[in-house]
């Protein structure tokens, strides 16, 4: 089992829609949570981060983190053609002697049709 | 734009070959971090360093190497090539003990022939 799932889609919206994108993860140690997006041929463009069970907003995105169920999503409101992309979350566990390296969920590929 | 920047931002090199590639951490961060991005394993953490020292490694080939120098730009050395080794290869940086955010370059992409 990997530590990190995500559904690879493809995913197809309208625009205006709201999305809903998945994660599970295996391991008690991760601790910190992010959602990246990822344009065709770029880097991956740092979304969301948050290290607590619960919700946090920024704008038409919410990031949902359930420690307990090991889950945690995004939610994209009103999504618009410029939404698509690659999104990958990926997490931090706490380990000893610090090392914060992101280990990430294979990425879900979200279109928005005009 | 990150304020990571990577070089080159294309590689096609031969099988047995040796390149090195370059990056420049957004300005103030001291840790930097390689990852490798391939269409079947997707994003792999590849090796971590902190203000020059090594921090932790992932699932990094002994044929690859890497370091970080004293104005904090790092370098990472892939050796004796192989066809699977064609890839995307980023770097990203971070502030580490203040934040855990990183943030990543543009890429190299290295093609194998």
């Not at chain 1, 999305?19 to 969301?48: D, H, I």
């Not at chain 1, 999503?73 to 380990?95: G, H, K, V």
């Not at chain 2, 090199?13 to 040796?18: E, H, I, L």
């Not at chain 2, 990056?23 to 090796?47: K, T």
């Amino acid at each position: 089992q990997k530590e990190v799932e995500q559904d690879p889609g493809p995913l197809s919206v309208p625009e205006g829609a709201i999305v809903s994108l998945n994660c599970t993860y295996s391991n008690s140690a991760f601790q910190y949570f992010m959602w990246y997006r990822q344009y065709s041929r770029k880097g991956p463009e740092l979304l969301m981060y948050t290290y607590s069970s619960g919700n946090k907003e920024d704008g038409r995105f919410t990031a949902q983190v359930d420690k307990s169920s090991k889950y945690i999503s995004l939610f994209i409101r009103d999504s618009q053609p410029s939404d698509s992309a690659t999104y990958l979350c990926a997490m931090i566990p706490i380990t000893q002697g610090g090392s914060e390296k992101l280990v990430f969920g294979k990425g879900t590929k979200l279109t928005v049709n005009p | 734009d990150s304020g990571v920047t990577q070089t080159p931002k294309h590689l096609i090199t031969a099988t047995g070959q040796r390149v090195t590639l370059r990056c420049s951490p957004r300005s103030g961060d001291l840790s930097v971090y390689w990852y490798q991005q391939s269409l079947d394993q997707g994003l792999q953490f590849l090796i971590q360093y902190y203000n020059g020292e090594e921090r932790a490694k992932g699932n990094i080939l002994e044929r690859f190497s890497a370091q970080q120098f004293p104005d904090l730009h790092s370098e990472l050395n892939l050796s004796s090539l192989e066809l699977g080794d064609s890839a995307l290869y980023f770097c990203a940086s971070s502030v580490l003990g203040s934040s855990s955010e990183q943030f990543f370059g543009p890429g190299t992409r290295l093609t194998v022939l």
